[in-house]
T-cell receptor, first 115, second 112 residues
Framework: DTGVSQNPRHKITKRGQNVTFRCDPI?????LYWYRQTLGQGPEFLTY????????KSRLLSDRFSAERPKGSFSTLEIQRTEQGDSAMYLC?????????????FGQGTRLTVV | QKEVEQNSGPLSVPEGAIASLNCTYS??????FFWYRQYSGKSPELIMF????GDKEDGRFTAQLNKASQYVSLLIRDSQPSDSATYLC????????????FGKGTLLTVNP
């Protein structure tokens, strides 16, 4: 399977715990994005990487959230001290070479439930 | 605040009919427009993109773009029960060629 891969698919955690999600983009894609989607809403942009550089972070991304893409390949999204409001689907997407108007392809998502 | 608005659903059509999904956007500088299909509990799947005014056809799907009216639509001809899903409109705003702003989606149900 050469699509965007996310792990884990589901995560249930207790409030206050830390969680980390992983995303493996399509291999030739140098752009990687994280989005968050809650029930009944469209995905909301969180952050964007071009290769290993994190070029934009949304104001939605509080200090408890951190994302990395250390070697310009896979990426991780960590949430520290989780809150119930963090419960959502976390979606990773990637798109090909740095040109305008590129289409983004999404992974299967990680559904986080904070109890 | 850059916004993307989609016609409120749910939309219900009989099998074989044409389903029409509409989207308006607020950022006049927007450059590119995407339609994603999302089945319940699954991630969005890209089905169409359009960059220029006019129509773009791909099989049973036609995307229509009118930048002057800030309007983009998706027509699904010969609708099938398997088309039942939420359809998300997404827009790259003019200042960013990578970040997508999504609408809330329109739930389409195709009745056999």
């Amino acid at each position: 399977d050469t699509g965007v891969s996310q792990n884990p698919r589901h995560k249930i955690t207790k409030r206050g715990q830390n969680v980390t999600f992983r995303c493996d983009p399509i291999s030739e894609h140098n752009r990687l994005y994280w989005y968050r989607q809650t029930l009944g809403q469209g995905p909301e942009f969180l952050t964007y990487f071009q290769n290993e550089a994190q070029l934009e972070k949304s104001r939605l991304l509080s200090d408890r959230f951190s994302a990395e893409r250390p070697k310009g390949s896979f990426s991780t999204l960590e949430i520290q001290r989780t809150e119930q409001g963090d419960s959502a689907m976390y979606l990773c997407a990637s798109s090909p070479t740095a040109r305008a108007n590129t289409e983004a392809f999404f992974g299967q998502g990680t559904r986080l439930t904070v109890v | 605040q850059k916004e993307v608005e989609q016609n409120s659903g749910p939309l219900s059509v009989p099998e074989g009919a044409i389903a029409s999904l509409n989207c308006t956007y607020s950022d006049r500088g927007s450059q590119s427009f995407f339609w994603y299909r999302q089945y319940s509990g699954k991630s969005p799947e890209l089905i169409m993109f359009i960059y220029s005014n006019g129509d773009k056809e791909d099989g049973r799907f036609t995307a229509q773009l009118n930048k002057a009216s800030q309007y983009v639509s998706l027509l699904i001809r010969d609708s099938q029960p398997s088309d039942s899903a939420t359809y998300l409109c997404a827009v790259n705003s003019g200042g960013s060629n990578y970040k997508l702003t999504f609408g809330k989606g329109t739930l389409l149900t195709v009745n056999p």
